[in-house]
């Protein structure tokens, strides 16, 4: 079982739509991070929390630490948000080594 | 600043060439890593620095070598180059641990094939 589990592993939906994609990990953590890689393949960090919740513009973070969970929201999706989100935690014991989901992949139709 | 640079963008290899992927970064991160993703797998790491003069390896080491001469530079090299190692490779940076717990930054890999 991989220490960093997301779902779902791929995702589609329509304009507009409210997106949610859940992160599950099974260690101690310092900090949960969400990624965006998009088609082309370049790698961006949205977001970087170790409690409660962040938003930025669309997107809002959440983490839960007693049951070790978070989710990524997307409010209002369009297709420009098609990309692969990614969950990697920082284990306690890992110093500033990330351990990775293996993303999941959102196609938002016009 | 440019952030973090890979290069090249894209290699064919035949088995058992030898090849340097090359990453230099801007920001004078301490922190450099590299990684590997295969399709339908998580970024697993390869190596790592947290400094100049300072490596260690990851998940994955083998069949790949590592150098950190300057803050700015982080080379990956392939010895004997092998089928397993056809994937996309990534180089991040990051400030490191503590209070800022900041996050990493990367590359726009290096999409490698062994053939």
């Known amino acids: 079982k991989n220490e960093v589990e997301q779902s779902p592993q791929n995702l589609t939906a329509q304009e507009g739509e409210f997106i949610t994609i859940n992160c599950s990990y099974s260690?101690?953590?310092?900090?949960l991070h969400w990624l965006q890689q998009h088609p082309g393949g370049g790698i961006v960090s949205l977001f970087m929390?170790?409690?409660g919740k962040k938003k930025h513009g669309r997107l809002i973070a959440t983490i839960n630490i007693q049951e070790k969970h978070s989710s990524l929201h997307i409010t209002a999706s369009h297709p420009r948000d098609s990309a692969v989100y990614i969950c990697?935690?920082?284990?306690?014991?890992?110093?500033?080594?990330?351990?990775f989901g293996e993303g999941t992949q959102l196609t938002v139709n016009p | 600043n440019a952030g973090v640079t890979q290069t090249p963008k894209f290699r064919i290899l035949k088995i058992g060439q030898s090849m340097t992927l090359q990453c230099t970064q801007d920001?004078?991160?301490?922190?450099m890593y590299w990684y590997r993703q295969d399709p339908g797998m998580g970024l697993k790491l390869i190596y790592y620095?947290?400094?100049?003069?300072?490596?260690d390896k990851g998940e994955v080491p083998n069949g790949y070598n590592v150098s950190r001469s300057t803050t700015e530079d982080f080379p990956l090299r392939l010895e004997l180059a092998a089928p397993s190692q056809t994937s996309v490779y990534f180089c991040?940076?990051?400030?490191?641990?503590?209070?800022?717990?900041?996050?990493?930054?990367f590359g726009d890999g290096t999409r490698l094939s062994i053939l």
């Open positions: 920001m004078n991160h301490n922190y």
């Open positions: 929390l170790s409690s």
């Open positions: 991040a940076s990051s400030t490191g641990t503590g209070v800022s717990n900041q996050p990493q930054h």
């Open positions: 990697a935690v920082r284990q306690e014991t890992s110093g500033s080594r990330l351990t």
């Open positions: 260690v101690g953590i310092s900090a």
């Open positions: 620095s947290v400094g100049a003069g300072i490596t």
